[in-house]
């Protein structure tokens, strides 16, 4: 594979960034203002830009994406357990633990990946009080389904929406549906700022208590009402996410390019299989995965190696699952028997490189890799 040195390595993903001399002023306006973090201008403009944008009532920035989902548990009193998902990304449970929460794991769906809302009736119990699913690769979950069962027993539904940034199902946001929902603007994401996060809620008196709990639970000068974490988005962070929303549909045109590429040139390989989309009217492309099946010439475990020694970082997301690492294998529900489709999905999937300046060259590298067995 001579070829793997012809060009400089493609990793799975690479943040969209606009030019430099475009971010200055925005810099220039900080620097005058002096002021830097506490709800300042750019994020006050931020929030409503993206309300707008998204088509959401209610939106509150945060540092980074884990301390809005920690924050999400304890604007509605999360407590006792809660039911995820194991296939995910560790940050989806890891906020609960943080929270004395259990989580409680059930399987995912062999078509969509997302949280089987027919596993979910079984795992509940007298300590449940919560559904944290996730919108796996931004494919959206059985919403309709997840929040009847929730109405039934008294459940709150709190979306892992980190892969989700714009994306609509029956003509509005994904974001829309749950209690709440959860955003990651993490360099890796569709859309960025640098670190962030957000939190999507459907009131004012919501969004007040979560913007009390990420701000040490201050009213005023002398008054904290809530034991509050500190999970604000700098004014640094706010200026660059306006700017990158200026150019957010363009991306998405390209990674949508990128996505059909990919499909076209896979399609009728012996055992790859490309993951469908779920009914979304408006997708994000965040990610594409492949599942390499039993009847492809190679394991996927060889083919991710063969891609990495031509160049190609490509990422098995997400295995091994949540569950099998060592601070959950030992909860009940994270029995690989309990499991068998999350196993069999961690075991199978290669997520390829998809980002806005990925080429076509570049494509048909990766997929002269993967067809030419």
Request: include cysteine; aromatic fraction near 10%; charge should be negative.
């Amino acid at each position: 594979m001579s070829a793997a040195h012809e060009i400089p390595p493609i990793y799975v993903t690479q943040p969209y960034l606009p030019p430099l001399a475009e971010f200055m002023p925005y810099l220039e306006q900080i620097w005058e203002n002096k002021w830097l973090t506490n709800g300042g201008p750019f994020h006050q403009q931020l929030e409503q830009a993206l309300c707008d944008y998204l088509g959401v009532k209610h939106i509150a920035l945060f540092s980074n994406g884990t301390l809005a989902l920690m924050t999400a548990m304890q604007a509605l009193r999360i407590t006792g357990e809660v039911i995820t998902t194991p296939y995910s990304f560790v940050a989806t449970s890891h906020s609960l633990l943080w929270n004395g929460i259990q989580p409680v794991f059930v399987d995912i769906d062999p078509v969509t990946l997302n949280m089987d809302p027919a596993k979910i009736e079984a795992a509940i119990t007298p300590q449940t009080t919560a559904i944290m699913p996730v919108h796996c690769y931004g494919h959206p979950c059985d919403v309709a389904r997840i929040q009847k069962i929730a109405d039934n027993y008294g459940l709150k539904v709190i979306y892992d929406a980190a892969h989700a940034f714009g994306v609509q199902t029956d003509g509005v946001s994904v974001l829309n549906h749950g209690d709440l929902s959860v955003l990651s603007f993490h360099a890796t994401k569709v859309f960025n700022t640098f670190e962030g996060g957000a939190i999507i809620c459907h009131d004012a008196k919501t969004k007040q208590r979560i913007d009390n709990l990420k701000n040490f639970g201050i009213v005023d000068e002398v008054t904290v009402v809530a034991p509050g974490i500190n999970g604000k988005m700098s004014e640094i962070n706010a200026a660059f996410g306006l700017l990158q929303l200026k150019g957010i549909d363009a991306a998405l045109q390209q990674r949508q390019a990128v996505d059909a590429r990919y499909r076209a040139g896979l399609a009728g390989v012996r055992g790859i299989h490309c993951l469908p989309d779920t009914g979304e009217q408006v997708a994000n492309y965040a990610y594409f995965p492949i599942l390499v099946r039993p009847d492809y010439p190679l394991s996927r475990d060889a083919l991710f190696q063969k891609l990495r020694d031509c160049g190609v970082f490509a990422r098995r997301y997400f295995y091994p699952l949540i569950s099998d690492f060592p601070m959950y294998r030992g909860l009940p529900s994270a029995a690989q028997s309990n499991l068998p489709v999350a196993g069999k999905a961690a075991s199978e999937v290669i997520c390829l490189p998809i980002y806005p300046t990925l080429s076509g060259e570049q494509v048909d590298f990766i997929l002269n890799i993967i067809v030419g067995q």
